[in-house]
């Protein structure tokens, strides 16, 4: 069994289908679906995205915003965390990969961004954080699937984020408390 980076199961599949495990997830407000991981690690992530839409800026309607890729990360042998559907990156275009994030955002934004990833409980972690490389466009999972499905089912029914991303994802909900 292939992993990702961070130890989740990469998903198999191509482009064309078929998808397992994946649920092409609507973020409330925002034009775009996102092709996560269902369950837990998608509904987190689509958590970040529609809070980063309302509150750092609107997710552009074109194609720079990403989600499950089936890649190796650069020249290695080491599995994407896109690949097993627990990545996103939004807003590619505005803030590639090795752009420090204060070129992207603002201090105020930047200080916003790691308040709300306070709520996660070091279960989503953000790519402006990072050290040798810095990736400010993306998110990811950051810790085991028991973690992120109790953070996830804390989140489900609380709070306007919670019960739109639900809303516009039917069936999400029986898939986090299966």
Same mark, same amino acid.
């Given at each position: 069994?292939?992993?990702?980076?961070?130890?989740?199961? %990469?998903?198999?599949?191509?482009?064309? =289908?078929?998808?397992?495990? !994946?649920?092409?997830? +609507?973020? $409330?407000?925002?034009?775009?679906?996102?092709?996560?991981?269902?369950?837990?690690?998608?509904?987190?992530?689509?958590?970040?995205?529609?809070?980063?839409?309302?509150?750092?800026?609107?997710?552009?309607?074109?194609?720079?915003?990403?989600?499950?890729?089936?890649?190796?990360?650069?020249?290695?042998? %080491?599995?994407?965390?896109?690949?097993? =559907?627990?990545?996103?990156? !939004?807003?590619?275009? +505005?803030? $590639?990969?090795?752009?420090?994030?204060?070129?992207?955002?603002?201090?105020?934004?930047?200080?916003?961004?790691?308040?709300?990833?306070?709520?996660?409980?070091?279960?989503?972690?953000?790519?402006?954080?990072?050290?040798?490389?810095?990736?400010?466009?993306?998110?990811?999972?950051?810790?085991?699937? %028991?973690?992120?499905?109790?953070?996830?089912?804390?989140?489900?029914?609380?709070?306007?984020?919670?019960?739109?991303?639900?809303?516009?994802?039917?069936?999400?909900?029986?898939?986090?408390?299966?």
């Amino acid at each position: 069994m292939a992993v990702s980076q961070n130890g989740w199961q %990469v998903l198999g599949g191509s482009f064309d =289908g078929p998808f397992p495990r !994946l649920r092409n997830w +609507r973020i $409330p407000g925002a034009t775009r679906q996102l092709p996560l991981r269902d369950g837990s690690a998608g509904f987190l992530l689509v958590h970040m995205a529609t809070w980063f839409d309302r509150n750092i800026e609107k997710i552009d309607p074109g194609f720079d915003d990403w989600g499950w890729s089936p890649r190796r990360i650069g020249n290695t042998d %080491v599995w994407s965390n896109h690949a097993s =559907g627990t990545a996103e990156d !939004l807003n590619a275009d +505005r803030h $590639p990969q090795g752009r420090s994030a204060s070129l992207s955002f603002s201090t105020l934004e930047i200080t916003n961004i790691h308040r709300r990833l306070g709520m996660y409980k070091d279960c989503v972690r953000w790519g402006g954080d990072f050290r040798s490389i810095p990736d400010p466009m993306h998110f990811e999972i950051a810790k085991d699937p %028991v973690a992120v499905e109790q953070r996830a089912r804390y989140l489900c029914g609380r709070g306007a984020i919670g019960r739109a991303v639900l809303a516009a994802n039917p069936g999400a909900r029986s898939v986090i408390f299966t």
